[in-house]
Every structure is written in structure tokens, then in C-alpha cells.
T-cell receptor, first 111, second 113 residues
């Protein structure tokens, strides 16, 4: 069973559209994250949730809105997509031993 | 605040020679440290982790790393490089104080035939 799963794996969309990326973890962790990997491969934290509550919001544009319906899910909704949003987005969860588990990434291409 | 510095953005070694990828961290609390590998157009794969047990950590594919608190380092090594090791490697730190997982900027490992 996949521990942290993201869908879709690839997403190609036009500027101005609204899209969502879903993330689910079956590890029972309380803490989940979204990271953005830019073209230079740098991974930057976007959001952190703990048991459905927002903990970290790293000055991400408010076009990005995370939603956590329960502690196993942390979805990322993006409004009015821009060219600069093209990147690989990674979902992660963290155990109580502070070990991180990552999804396989969603490659978003805005055209 | 915690941080991670990967000292080399690119490392080139010949196949069959040792690999050393350097990582220094800063953390005001007991850190957990990780190395991840990312092959082109692939996701992140955990190579190994340090979570306050043995300071010499063995990982997959012959990699290992040593946690040195006095030097605040967690360098990744492998005795003999293989062509399939060519990838991007990330040193990662998490600590108990703020629940953040912080990535280094990555080191691209090139393997020369």
C-alpha cells in the first residue's frame, strides 16, 4: 500500500484555470505538508497542517488554498493559475518520530 | 531556526570511485536528519535517516552517513559509485520545535564512465 499518495501525477492546464491536487496518507500521522519544487530543484515548504489545523503558511499567494477534510487528507486548490505556478508539488506527512514521508509528486504545467 | 547547507551544488566522480556529498545543518533542538535521492523526472526516495540512534547510519544502495554533532555535519558517502547513482541528492532536517521539514538546495551527482 502506498503510504502517501497524490493525484494526479501530471496536470497540464491553461492560465486562469482553477485546479486541485489531492493527497492522502494512510500512516495515521497528524502532520501533513505541501512543498513546491521549482525548476532549479529547490524544495520549499508551502503549508503545514496538524490534525486538520493550519500550522505553517509560508507567504504563499492566497490563490493557493489548502483544505484538510480530515487528518488523512490535505488537498491543494489553486485558483487563477499562472505560468509561474508550473512546478512539481509534493505532499508529505510526518511521524511522531519526526520522520518525513513524501508522495511521488504532481507535475503541474501551466500553458 | 533550523537550516541545511549542502556545500556542493555539483559533484562529479568516476564510476567505481568513492562518493562524498557534504551536508551541514543548524538546529537548536535534537534534529532528525535524512538523505533523499531524486532521479530525473522522478519522486523523492529515502536513502537513509538519523533519528537519535546510532550515529553511523546505513541506507539503501550502499550509501551511509555519519551524524557528527560537534561538526554539525551529516555527510553522505558510498565506497564505489555506480552509473545508476547519477541523480539529485537532498539533505533534509526536521526538529521537534517547529515541525518543519527543511531541504538543502540539493547536490547533483554526475558519474563519469
Amino acid at each position: 500500500d502506498t503510504a502517501v499518495s497524490q493525484t494526479p501525477k501530471y496536470l497540464v492546464t491553461q492560465m486562469g484555470n482553477d485546479k486541485s491536487i489531492k493527497c492522502e496518507q494512510n500512516l495515521g500521522h497528524d502532520t501533513m505538508y505541501w512543498y513546491k519544487q521549482d525548476s532549479k530543484k529547490f524544495l520549499k515548504i508551502m503549508f503545514s497542517y496538524n490534525n486538520k489545523e493550519l500550522i505553517i503558511n509560508e507567504t504563499v499567494p492566497n490563490r493557493f488554498s489548502p483544505k484538510s477534510p480530515d487528518k488523512a487528507h490535505l488537498n491543494l486548490h489553486i485558483n487563477s493559475l499562472e505560468l509561474g505556478d508550473s512546478a512539481v508539488y509534493f505532499c508529505a506527512s510526518m511521524s511522531t518520530a519526526y520522520e518525513a514521508f513524501f508522495g511521488q509528486g504532481t507535475r503541474l504545467t501551466v500553458v | 531556526a533550523q537550516s541545511v547547507t549542502q556545500l556542493d551544488s555539483h559533484v562529479s566522480v568516476s564510476e567505481g570511485t568513492p562518493v562524498l556529498l557534504r551536508c551541514n545543518y543548524s538546529s537548536s533542538y535534537s534534529p532528525s536528519l535524512f538523505w533523499y535521492v531524486q532521479h530525473p523526472n522522478k519522486g523523492l526516495q529515502l536513502l537513509l535517516k538519523y533519528t537519535s540512534a546510532a550515529t553511523l547510519v546505513k541506507g539503501i544502495n550502499g550509501f551511509e552517513a555519519e551524524f557528527k554533532k560537534s561538526e554539525t555535519s551529516f555527510h553522505l558517502t558510498k565506497p564505489s559509485a555506480h552509473m545508476s547513482d547519477a541523480a539529485e541528492y537532498f539533505c533534509v532536517v526536521s526538529d521537534r520545535r517547529d515541525d518543519k521539514i527543511i531541504f538543502g538546495k540539493g547536490t547533483r551527482l554526475h558519474i563519469l564512465p
